[in-house]
């Protein structure tokens, strides 16, 4: 990815859910490149992008004649198997109103906005980002209401900062870098 995002997922028996966002300059596919097999997920653009597209048999050379090149494709699975595990715990060991309070404050640190968080894609696809429905999602901003957050369209205004974190109990094995 060079440019834009693009939405990863994946649908199943008429439900869709997201499981991650690529920003420049995030790669996808690449475990199926290196396997040779086919993408275990779908991939579209939710605003203008550009991507750039290498052939997979390019990359599988590439990796057998420069080892640095190699241990950035392994630096980068690596990364990606963690954020899925911390993902992965995130959704099993968080009700909807804590992911959705981490959410919030790993976003307010990203974007450097002090006690606010300008959500960048429609709500539906946060919803299914963060494991729930878009009425789901609705009921968690309700939720998080005594925590301070006002919610105004895309932008979220964080008022309690200490009770937010108190509510989200952000933790290293958990929080850092996932989007």
């Known amino acids: 990815m060079v440019v834009g995002l693009v939405e990863t997922g994946a649908s199943h028996a008429g439900r869709e859910t ?3 966002f690529v920003r420049p ?9 290196l396997e040779d097999q ?3 997920q779908l ?6 992008s550009r ?14 004649r420069d080892a640095r090149f190699t241990t950035a494709i ?35 640190a990203q974007q450097g906005a002090a006690g ?15 494991g729930m429905t878009p009425e789901n999602l609705s009921r968690a901003f309700a939720t998080l209401g005594p925590y301070g957050i006002a919610v105004q369209g895309r932008t979220v205004q964080l008022h309690d900062l200490a009770g937010l974190t108190k509510l989200a109990k952000p933790t290293p094995l958990n929080d850092d870098a996932a989007s």
């Open 25 to 33: 300059f995030g790669t996808f596919i690449l475990a199926a490149v």
């Open 51 to 64: 991507v750039l597209l290498i052939p997979a048999a390019a990359i599988r050379e590439a990796m057998l």
């Open 116 to 130: 606010e968080v300008t959500i960048g894609v429609e709500k539906r696809v946060l919803a299914a980002r963060l």
């Open 74 to 108: 392994v630096g980068e699975l690596a990364t990606a198997y963690r954020n899925t595990v911390k993902e992965l715990k995130n959704q099993k060991l968080r009700a909807s109103a804590e992911r959705l309070a981490s959410w919030l404050l790993r976003q307010q």
């Open 43 to 48: 991939a579209r653009t939710l605003e203008r």
């Open 38 to 40: 086919v993408y275990l």
């Open 18 to 20: 997201t499981l991650s």
